[in-house]
Antibody, heavy 120, light 110 residues
Framework: QVQLVESGGGVVQPGRSLRLSCEAS????????MHWVRQAPGKGLEWVAD????????YYGDSVEGRFTISRDNSKNTLYLQMNSLRAEDTAVYYC?????????????WGQGTTVTVSS | QSVLTQPPSVSAAPGQKVSISCSGS????????VSWYQQLPGTAPKLLIY???KRPSGIPDRFSASKSGTSATLDITGLQTGDEADYYC???????????FGGGTQLAVL
């Protein structure tokens, strides 16, 4: 079945780095754009970044621009989020989501999320 | 403060109807498709509506949505206790070059 599985979350000190992964299965990964969306404890959804299906176009939210990098390896059906210079306010559950052009670019498949805690 | 404004909470009795609004501007809702997501407690968001009013397969017709100008509305009829969740609108903002989510609306079915 269509599935996204995130991994790589954990506890990290402020200023350090972390890389999240999102492994896709059950669909042709290279045909879809992908997003990272996060949710701080008790807060709403915040879009983090997205990448086109071929990896050539990337967009970022203001709060992570210059610190986070989204990338993908279509040969491995995997999406990544490299997070540098982490701050306490980056603490959140991070979800990856599939972007379906046929559904008006809605996010139609979501992973279960991976938790990132930035704390000293 | 979200660019897309939703009421923090709404409530209604089982079997009743509730409407959740999402207000934006010409650079986002006014000129782009709106999607709606349901997030049940402790779970990942789920797509409810895309292209302003269309339902993905498997979404019951109790869920409907519309868009007018720079505002969008999600309607839920025949409320069930299982509908208690947070609901988010989402769209692209052409000026910001960013995806936007509304602040979310918590639905209570009393």
């Amino acid at each position: 079945q269509v599935q996204l599985v995130e991994s790589g979350g954990g506890v990290v000190q402020p200023g350090r780095s972390l890389r999240l992964s999102c492994e896709a299965s059950g669909f042709t990964f290279r045909n879809y754009g992908m997003h990272w969306v996060r949710q701080a404890p008790g807060k709403g959804l915040e879009w983090v970044a997205d990448i086109w299906n071929d990896g050539n176009n990337k967009y970022y939210g203001d709060s992570v621009e210059g610190r986070f990098t989204i990338s993908r390896d279509n040969s491995k059906n995997t999406l990544y989020l490299q997070m540098n210079s982490l701050r306490a306010e980056d603490t959140a559950v991070y979800y990856c989501a599939r972007d379906d052009l046929n559904l008006g670019n809605a996010m139609d498949v979501w992973g279960q999320g991976t938790t990132v805690t930035v704390s000293s | 403060q979200s660019v897309l404004t939703q009421p923090p909470s709404v409530s209604a009795a089982p079997g009743q109807k509730v409407s959740i609004s999402c207000s934006g501007s010409t650079s986002n809702i006014g000129n782009n498709y709106v999607s709606w997501y349901q997030q049940l407690p402790g779970t990942a968001p789920k797509l409810l509506i895309y292209d302003n009013y269309k339902r993905p397969s498997g979404i019951p017709d109790r869920f409907s949505a519309s868009k007018s100008g720079t505002s969008a509305t999600l309607d839920i009829t025949g409320l069930q206790t299982g509908d208690e969740a947070d609901y988010y609108c989402e769209t692209w903002d052409s000026s910001l070059g960013a995806v936007l989510f509304g602040g979310g609306t918590q639905l209570a079915v009393l």
